[in-house]
């Protein structure tokens, strides 16, 4: 059954992969809307998701002119499931923590639905303590993780932290909202 889906892209070269993980969603019958952060237009240009979904990207928290709540409300409203991916460092520590300066993580603040999360970052990164911990409190606040995989990393090294598989994640999101 067709749902609703966010799909949050953060600043990390695995946003190239997010594409792949948006089209596949739209072929399945979804509709697909997707918030990117500051950072992530580095890596990837809004028109690109702007393309595969058919739905424009908001530009930011006050983007009233086509949300007049607010993205962050009319969005969580609509929504059946909110997958970051990918989830950097940065998003993960201010998901744990409660933490809302974009449009993005204060989306998650408004979104009652369930939430899935794929970890990207450096494998120095990944094994963090704090990272680490962060990840556990949203496991423990019942976030879905789909754990990242291990491989060649754009940082020259081999080692966990590369973003799932977009099939993987996708798998994730049908498993939950087939629940």
């Known amino acids: 059954m067709p749902s609703e ?17 948006v089209s596949s969603l739209v072929q399945l019958g979804h509709g697909v809307s997707v918030v990117m952060t500051p950072s992530a237009h580095q890596f990837i240009g809004a028109a690109t998701f702007e393309a595969l979904t058919g739905r424009r990207v908001p530009q930011g928290t006050f983007d009233t ?3 007049p709540l607010g993205p962050h409300i009319s969005l969580a409203d609509g ?3 909110l997958c970051i991916a990918p989830a950097t460092a940065n998003v993960l520590a201010k998901m744990a923590h409660g933490l809302a300066d974009d449009l993005l993580s204060t ?6 639905g369930p939430v899935v ?4 970052m450096n494998t120095e990164m ?3 303590p704090a990272v680490q911990r962060n990840v556990q409190t949203l496991a423990a606040d019942g976030v879905h993780i789909v754990p990242p995989d291990e491989g ?5 090294k081999t080692g966990p932290g590369r973003m799932a598989d977009p099939n993987a994640i996708q798998n994730a999101i049908e498993e939950i ?3």
């Open 5 to 21: 889906i966010i799909i949050g892209v953060s600043g990390g070269i695995a946003a190239y992969k997010t594409a792949a993980l």
């Open 65 to 67: 002119l086509h949300h």
């Open 79 to 81: 929504a059946d499931l």
């Open 107 to 112: 989306l998650v603040l408004s979104f009652g």
């Open 117 to 120: 999360l794929a970890p990207a």
């Open 126 to 128: 990944w094994a963090k």
């Open 152 to 156: 060649w990393l754009s940082c020259r």
């Open 177 to 179: 909202l087939n629940l």
